[in-house]
């Protein structure tokens, strides 16, 4: 079965900028979606087809996506998002999401 | 804009079968490109996708968990069914469901609803 492999806590300073990997075999050749969950809410999409952002999510929120590993990158990175993300791509109709990493700002 | 609510039992009993309904609004199922999953999310762990209906009627499944899953819509009351059965406590989660798009060969969870929480005790 398709994993997906994110690592489980990323920290990062006000104002820096903050990269969070997913990692899968030849996930370059699949569409990753990133998901923003804060504590007791319903997931966000902050990515999708691997560099879009939906209407709302604020600029500093980018993704890429290349070989083996998509990255979700937060320029300028503010409190208000610290949050878990989970990476998530398809492998033949089947949706696969990553273990989750927790983002700290601090 | 698009509105999404999961509802169902809170509490469910080892072997029983749980039915849980996604009533949205928003959107239609009989549009083409759109579709809805189901995602849950057990205390404290990540999130696992169930299964996805799409406006043609297919539809797909967790390979793990396929003998146990049926997804059903009604398209004219905007809802669509997940019923899973014998129910176990590994099954206690948080269940969502998902507006999901297809654009091209691409599918993206694009609207969530608030989620239901499913705890299965005797």
């Known amino acids: 079965s398709y994993n997906l492999t994110q690592p489980p806590s990323v920290s990062v300073s006000p104002g820096q900028t903050a990269s969070i990997t997913c990692s899968g075999d030849k996930l370059g050749h699949k569409y990753t979606c990133w998901y923003q969950q804060k504590p007791g809410q319903s997931p966000i999409t902050v990515i999708y087809?691997?560099?879009k952002r939906p209407s709302g999510i604020p600029e500093r929120f980018s993704g890429s996506n290349s070989g083996n590993t998509a990255t979700l990158t937060i320029s300028g990175t503010q409190a208000m998002d610290e949050a878990d993300y989970y990476c998530q791509a398809w492998d033949t109709n089947t949706a696969i999401f990553g273990g989750g990493t927790k983002l700290t700002v601090l | 804009q698009v509105t999404l609510r999961e509802s169902g039992p809170a509490v469910v009993k080892p072997t029983q079968t749980l039915t849980l309904t996604c009533s949205f609004t928003g959107f239609s199922l009989s549009t083409s490109g759109m579709c809805v999953s189901w995602i849950r999310q057990p205390p404290g762990k990540a999130l696992e996708w169930l299964a996805r209906?799409?406006?043609?009627?297919?539809?797909y499944y967790n390979t793990s968990l396929k003998t146990r899953l049926t997804i059903s819509k009604d398209t004219s009351k905007n809802q669509v069914v997940l019923t899973m059965t014998n129910m176990d406590p590994v099954d206690t989660a948080t269940y969502y469901c998902?507006?999901?798009?297809?654009?091209?060969?691409?599918?993206?969870?694009?609207?969530w609803g608030q989620g239901t929480l499913v705890t299965v005790s005797s």
């Open positions: 209906i799409d406006w043609d009627d297919d539809k």
């Open positions: 998902a507006r999901t798009l297809k654009d091209g060969s691409a599918y993206s969870f694009t609207d």
């Open positions: 087809e691997d560099t």
